[in-house]
């Protein structure tokens, strides 16, 4: 893992390109060389976290300490200091916090094209953001705001800061989620804390890219830790917080309503813990919308973000349909078949908490799921972070594995984009299916494993000849 983490960062260094908004092939001069670079770190850390993750079942963490924190350490300090090569939205919240901390705007809500002229800062939006409101809850303002504050107008300092946050909120993370599995799984714990500190996709998309859905990921757990420890009053103010960084923690909360309400039961304690999440639910959200307090800009600038098509079902079927002629515009069009499907995911975990109100932190880790598979157009690797973290905070098993191979597909997809589709030309057909079956062919093969190894085992028992003793 380690020796993966150091390819990395000798192959694509943060220091010399931090001005620079380029990706891991240009850096490597789209050689062969930056693919097998890619696919051998790639290897290895995968080969270390799973490894990590077998060694360690049946042992304590307290046993393994030294070289759980030592390769922990050294390979975050090593993602900190590569350049984020596969995404650039870290230079893009620094854009965007820039026009709060250093000119008082609202980056909700502020176009970086507006300043685009008379502030080179905001060019590290891109051409390609730069006309696009932003598309996180109005809390990232507040986490974000400390990186531009203090960088002195430096696009590097603010990058670091960035990535230290994340590398920061990956150790929280790992903490809460060892404290879970010493309750649900203790023979399981240390695999499981392995299981997040060194995941490929934590450390790549959350450390060397810097991407806030570690954070999400954090109040995600942050809640689930709650419900295990019987917190049931800060429950939905951390997934409404969750949902004040990310809209997609939304659907989570009325499933965690009702689970609250068949745990209690309608009592008095009811009643106090009612009391206690609407006074903390109230208390988060006049922090989180301050100074602006702009509810409706907030909203319009998250349902903007409904028309962006990118590596998912929805892209294909766009393709498929210019292809065969049909018509379709999968930016208007898309909604009508995604809200209802949110809706139906949030409806179906609501009705799944009422009849299991135990397996609420299983209803949802599906709904994020199944949102990440059928109801967004806008799919992205880091999105499995997300996954990861919940799959941890269950007893480790199927979840976990269909988010591990969702992430690794998710990877994987890179070698492709970056460098193979250049050198073999392919209609958009072709590299659209060929892209969305790398990131989500591993997971929907597990899942589907999943679902249908024990339907055989138990065909296979009903059908079984007995053998005379």
């Not at 230290?164 to 989620?177: D, F, K, Q, R, S």
């Not at 799944?352 to 992205?380: C, D, G, H, K, M």
């Not at 209609?427 to 899942?447: D, K």
């Amino acid at each position: 893992m380690l020796a993966g983490a150091l390819l990395l960062l000798v192959a694509f260094p943060f220091d010399g390109n931090q001005d620079a908004l380029v990706d891991l092939r240009l850096m490597s001069d789209a050689s062969e060389q930056g693919l097998l670079v890619w696919t051998v770190a790639l290897v290895l850390l995968t080969g270390g976290w799973v490894g990590g993750i077998l060694a360690a079942r049946g042992r304590a963490l307290r046993k393994v300490r030294l070289p759980v924190t030592a390769f922990t350490v050294l390979a975050s300090v090593a993602m900190l200091l590569t350049y984020p090569g596969t995404a650039i939205d870290v230079y893009i919240y620094a854009a965007r916090s820039h026009l709060l901390t250093d000119l008082g705007l609202d980056p909700s809500t502020t176009l970086p094209e507006t300043l685009w002229d008379i502030d080179p800062y905001v060019r590290y939006a891109s051409n390609e953001w730069a006309n696009d409101p932003s598309p996180y809850g109005p809390l990232w303002n507040l986490i974000a705001a400390p990186a531009t504050a203090f960088d002195d107008e430096n696009i590097a300092v603010a990058v670091v800061i960035f990535k230290a946050i994340m590398a920061a909120g990956v150790a929280i993370t790992g903490w809460l989620i060892h404290d879970i599995a010493r309750r649900v799984q203790p023979g399981l714990a240390a695999s499981a804390t392995i299981g997040w500190l060194w995941s490929p996709v934590v450390l790549w998309e959350g450390i060397a890219n810097g991407h806030n859905d570690v954070l999400l990921a954090l109040l995600l757990v942050t809640a689930l830790w709650c419900w295990y420890r019987g917190y049931l009053g800060s429950l939905l103010p951390l997934l409404g917080a969750a949902s004040l960084l990310k809209v997609v923690a939304m659907i989570t909360i009325p499933a965690a309503a009702v689970a609250i309400i068949r745990r209690t039961g309608w009592n008095r304690a009811l009643a106090a813990i009612a009391g206690r999440a609407a006074l903390f639910s109230l208390l988060i959200a006049w922090v989180a919308f301050a100074p602006f307090y702009d509810v409706a800009g907030v909203i319009d600038a998250i349902r903007a973000q409904t028309t962006v098509i990118v590596t998912s079902p929805a892209l294909l079927a766009q393709a498929i349909s210019n292809e065969l002629g049909w018509g379709l515009d999968v930016g208007e069009d898309f909604p009508t078949f995604g809200v209802p499907m949110i809706i139906l995911l949030t409806l179906a975990g609501a009705i799944a908490a009422w009849l299991r109100p135990s397996q609420f932190p299983t209803i949802a880790y599906e709904q994020l799921f199944w949102f990440l598979v059928l109801a967004t157009s806008n799919l992205r690797p880091w999105y499995t972070i997300w996954l990861v973290a919940l799959g941890l905070a269950l007893p480790l098993g199927m979840p976990f594995a269909r988010a591990a191979a969702f992430a690794i597909g998710g990877l994987g997809t890179y070698a492709y984009l970056l460098w193979v589709r250049h050198w073999y030309a392919a209609e958009w057909l072709v590299e659209v299916g060929i892209t969305v079956g790398i990131m989500l062919g591993p997971t929907l093969l597990v899942t589907l494993w999943a679902a249908f190894s024990p339907l055989h085992r138990r065909l296979r028992q009903a059908h079984a000849v007995p053998t005379e003793a």
